[in-house]
Nanobody
Framework: QVQLVESGGRLVQAGGSLRLSCAAS????????MGWFRQAPGKEREFVAA????????YYADSVKARFTIARDNAKNTVYLQMNSLKPEDTAVYYC?????????????????WGQGTQVTVSS
């Protein structure tokens, strides 16, 4: 089992940058594929980015490609989401998630463990 705690969300102006962090408990962090999802008010939770266990592969939603970067530090049990050129439509609660499955997974039900979320608000 793994517990996830996100941090780094805050209010930022459009065009700005933020880095979210997700700290994981446990000794087997490197065995999990990690993902970031987000949920805006009144909308369904949507996939943002995923990274493989070995850091070798990443995958992004089209809406964030070239603006967001997912990375992980297995020595620190942490996954990051660097968000640049933020837009008001990026406003949402951002969640990190973990799964033992090895594929790049984009659907929320495919992830087993979830953090509590961190709020990102982008003002215009």
């Amino acid at each position: 089992q793994v517990q996830l705690v996100e941090s780094g969300g805050r209010l930022v102006q459009a065009g700005g940058s933020l880095r979210l962090s997700c700290a994981a408990s446990g000794r087997t962090f490197s065995s999990y594929t990690m993902g970031w999802f987000r949920q805006a008010p009144g909308k369904e939770r949507e996939f943002v980015a995923a990274i493989s266990r070995s850091e070798g592969s990443t995958y992004y939603a089209d809406s964030v490609k070239a603006r967001f970067t997912i990375a992980r530090d297995n020595a620190k049990n942490t996954v990051y989401l660097q968000m640049n050129s933020l837009k008001p439509e990026d406003t949402a609660v951002y969640y990190c998630a973990a799964t033992r499955r090895g594929a790049m997974l984009t659907r929320s039900f495919e992830y087993t463990y979830w953090g509590q979320g961190t709020q990102v608000t982008v003002s215009s």
